[in-house]
């Protein structure tokens, strides 16, 4: 039973639409996904309908873009955190207004690294927008597609390592929901929220970089329900140490690809996975809306 708890379509940055998506979750031999979009919920309809036909099984799910507010070095820092939200009710008012901000201000930030970017660059918004499907959350890969196209980097990854990245001159950080916040909500929807390759990119020191470990257990106190530890980006030596507080605090633990499409990422449908045990600890947890099994 192939398990795969986190994937993104046209509705996000993927490259390929929610149908499409299953498909090669058929083909890949993955049998329940999750269609977990950057902050929309929009590719839930299409994505059930393609799951019955193919006779997959398909769990809502949204990526939500939050951050954490965080001292170091006796400065207050934001570090991104992506909350997986599984099986949350759409039409919870607080959490749609959350989702809603986040794809307002990606796009006002958006518009704002297109306009550094002009500076140096041919890049125009609307080069950008022909990258995506109407409606779709915006975040650095359509401007990385924009690049593509006009030939400055060869692929979605060459911009992420050089004009995109961090410290390449051109990032502007999202203001986005607080965790605590985000994960309030997603509970009070119903939903069960697992943190999106916790530490990830971390290699060789778990404290650098990204959420100090202590802000771990604030999280857990504020209804965190899990991580998603076998993820591509999540080092060894996280892991570890994330199973570790799993196992302490009773969480549920996942596995899942992060499929982007073919194209839009190197991660492959089903190359993680979740197992039984751990998916039915969702669907116990959950109670916004039904998983299509
Ligand atoms: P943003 O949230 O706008 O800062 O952009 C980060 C998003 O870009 C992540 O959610 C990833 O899905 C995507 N991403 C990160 N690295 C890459 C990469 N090398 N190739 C394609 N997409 C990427
Ligand atoms: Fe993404
Ligand atoms: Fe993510
Ligand atoms: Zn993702």
New binding site residues.
Partial sequence: MIIDLHS?STRS?GKESPTEVFEQAALAGVNILALTD?DTTSGWDEAGVAAKRLGLGFVPGI?V?TRAKVQREGHERFI?V?MLAYLPDPNHAALASVLGDSVST?EIR?KAMVDLLAKDYDITWDLVLEQLTEGATI???AL?DALVQMGVVSH??EA??SILSKNGGYYIP?ETADVFDAIRLIREAGGVPIIAHPLGGAPDNLDRGDLPQEHFELLIAGGLAGFEVYHREVPQVAREWLLDLADKHDLIVTGSS?Y?GEH??PNRLGENHTSVEMFERILAMASGVQAQL
């Fill in positions: 993104h940055d950057h990526e873009t991104s992506h990606r958006a975040g650095r890969p990385a979605r990854s992420f390592e999202a992060d982007h839009g990422k």
